[in-house]
């Protein structure tokens, strides 16, 4: 088989001879005395040429490209982009896992990490902001709870004091502190999610397919922290994650009804809780309260649920229990180690993208909520 330089050349001399023959043909053409038959002969030798060339000219081109690939082998990306470049390392990512091959250092360097996280960034990011589709299942408390990726967090319950100040005003607030000490330490509570990928997906665009695992990704990650944060029976081990644990200790108001409970639980918090104070609960259960309250009168139904209640609402169905207080109490912490691991539903026949975290859900403050509960 014949190299590329060989190639190369052979396809520069097929080029000299149709130069040739068309200066040929040129010549002859203007010349009366050449027979039409030389003519046809030297179109037909040019036509033979010609051919030749392009078929050397394609087989040049796959040798190139066949080197070209074979030179970036081991290469994820090409791009200038930064942005992109993030993509395609992140593509890189998912390939090589679901093929259960290594994945270079480049593609954990590209996503930010170092040698000892090994791409843990990866799920962090994609918890956060770093989407490129919405996620088809949503958390409600994000955007009210904090969420932060950093290993071995503890902060402070109560972020300043004063210097001449012995004591806390909020009672509830000084109880607990000295109940439970004064910082709070996040721990590493395992958890798996699954995506399944197509070989469509896995074989499309790295856009495309680090679009729909990064979606699908983030809505198991959604679930988990909404199903742990309003589980009613927890997991054991995950019992302080839970507003409704009673180990956690969050203050219930009770009254005859659930609009004058979640009045009475909004007056019930320190001001300093009440001035950021929202309200989560389920949206059938903000309707029954307009329902009474309107007795027949339309004109509530068009209100904003905070000039209903007073406080802004968020809904969720899995807040069986309304839930009042300062969200900016309820943390989420990831650590920045992940597992990437493939697997396959036997059922279906689906391969999957299995990420291993760890994270944990922290109420820091009991007092900064209360349960609004229906006598």
């Known amino acids: 088989m014949k190299t590329i330089f060989e190639l190369k050349q052979d396809l520069a001399t097929i080029g000299?001879?149709?130069q040739k023959t068309n200066n040929e043909i040129t010549q002859k053409a203007a010349d009366p005395k050449t027979a039409m038959d030389d003519l046809n002969q030297l179109n037909q030798t040019k036509g033979d040429l010609q051919q030749r060339f392009d078929i050397i000219k394609t087989q040049l081109d796959q040798m190139e490209a066949e080197q070209r690939a074979s030179l970036e082998k081991g290469q994820f990306s090409n791009s200038n982009d930064p942005k992109q470049k993030v993509i395609d390392a992140k593509a890189e990512l998912i390939r090589k896992t679901m093929a259960k091959?290594?994945?270079?250092?480049?593609?954990?360097?590209?996503?930010g990490d170092d040698s000892t996280s090994n791409g843990g960034k990866f799920l962090p990011k994609t918890v956060a902001n770093d989407v490129i589709s919405e996620p088809t299942v949503k958390n409600q408390l994000r955007g009210l709870s904090t969420v932060t990726s950093i290993p071995n967090l503890e902060i402070p319950k109560v972020t300043f004091t004063l210097d001449d100040d012995d004591f806390i005003a909020d009672m509830e607030t000084a109880k607990e502190l000295k109940a439970k000490?004064?910082?709070?330490?996040?721990?590493?509570?395992?958890?798996?999610?699954f995506t399944g990928?197509?070989?469509?997906?896995?074989?499309?665009?790295n856009t495309n397919l680090v679009s729909t695992v990064e979606a699908n990704l983030q809505s198991g990650v959604a679930a988990k922290e909404r199903k742990v944060a309003f589980a009613e029976t927890p997991k054991a081990g995950e019992e302080h994650m839970s507003f409704y644990d009673a180990t956690v200790g969050i203050k219930s108001v009770v009254?005859?009804?659930?609009?004058?409970?979640?009045?009475?639980?909004?007056?019930?918090?320190?001001?300093?809780?009440?001035?950021?104070?929202?309200?989560?609960?389920?949206?059938a259960d903000y309707?029954?309260?307009?329902e009474t309250l309107a007795n027949g009168n339309a004109t509530l139904y068009t209100a904003q649920p905070e000039?209903?209640?007073?406080?802004?609402?968020?809904?969720?169905?899995?807040?069986?229990?309304?839930?009042?207080?300062?969200?900016?109490?309820?943390?989420?912490?990831?650590?920045?180690?992940?597992?990437?691991?493939?697997?396959?539903?036997?059922?279906?026949?689906?391969?999957?993208?299995?990420?291993t975290a760890w994270f944990d859900h922290q109420i820091k403050l009991a007092s900064a909520f209360r349960l609004a509960k229906k006598a």
């Open 16 to 18: 000299n001879q149709i």
């Open 307 to 355: 000039q209903i209640l007073g406080k802004p609402v968020v809904f969720s169905d899995a807040a069986v229990i309304p839930v009042v207080g300062d969200f900016s109490y309820s943390h989420f912490n990831y650590d920045i180690n992940a597992l990437y691991e493939q697997d396959k539903d036997v059922k279906t026949g689906i391969n999957l993208f299995v990420v």
């Open 181 to 193: 000490g004064d910082t709070v330490s996040f721990g590493r509570n395992k958890f798996k999610v």
């Open 197 to 205: 990928i197509s070989e469509t997906i896995l074989l499309g665009t």
């Open 255 to 283: 009254n005859a009804d659930l609009y004058k409970a979640i009045k009475a639980a909004i007056a019930d918090l320190h001001e300093d809780y009440r001035e950021n104070a929202t309200i989560m609960m389920r949206y």
């Open 287 to 290: 309707l029954e309260i307009i």
């Open 101 to 111: 091959e290594a994945v270079s250092s480049d593609v954990y360097q590209a996503l």
